[in-house]
């Protein structure tokens, strides 16, 4: 079983559970989830995306009717 979760880093036990029925391992899924804790196998945790430093500036809205709200504009003034 350390093999396989060596290849496969992101698999769970349950994961691996149905790959090693299909290699025609006759275990139980409780078994294998109690050998899974017991060889101190975990799923790898994936690192934090980054967050945005600093606070983002106010857009500015014209406040007049049929004023264009997007930021893609013709070229010519509205």
């Given at each position: 079983m350390?093999?396989?979760?060596?290849?496969?880093?992101?698999?769970?036990?349950?994961?691996?559970?149905?790959?090693?029925?299909?290699?025609?391992?006759?275990?139980?899924?409780?078994?294998?989830?109690?050998?899974?804790?017991?060889?101190?196998?975990?799923?790898?945790?994936?690192?934090?995306?980054?967050?945005?430093?600093?606070?983002r500036?106010?857009?500015l809205?014209?406040?007049?009717?049929?004023?264009?709200?997007?930021?893609?504009?013709?070229?010519?003034?509205?």
């Amino acid at each position: 079983m350390k093999e396989v979760a060596a290849e496969r880093r992101r698999f769970g036990y349950q994961r691996l559970f149905i790959l090693l029925r299909r290699e025609g391992e006759p275990s139980g899924i409780n078994r294998i989830y109690r050998l899974y804790r017991e060889e101190g196998l975990t799923v790898r945790k994936r690192r934090a995306r980054r967050r945005a430093v600093g606070t983002r500036a106010p857009i500015l809205v014209e406040a007049r009717p049929d004023a264009r709200w997007s930021l893609a504009s013709s070229g010519a003034p509205q």
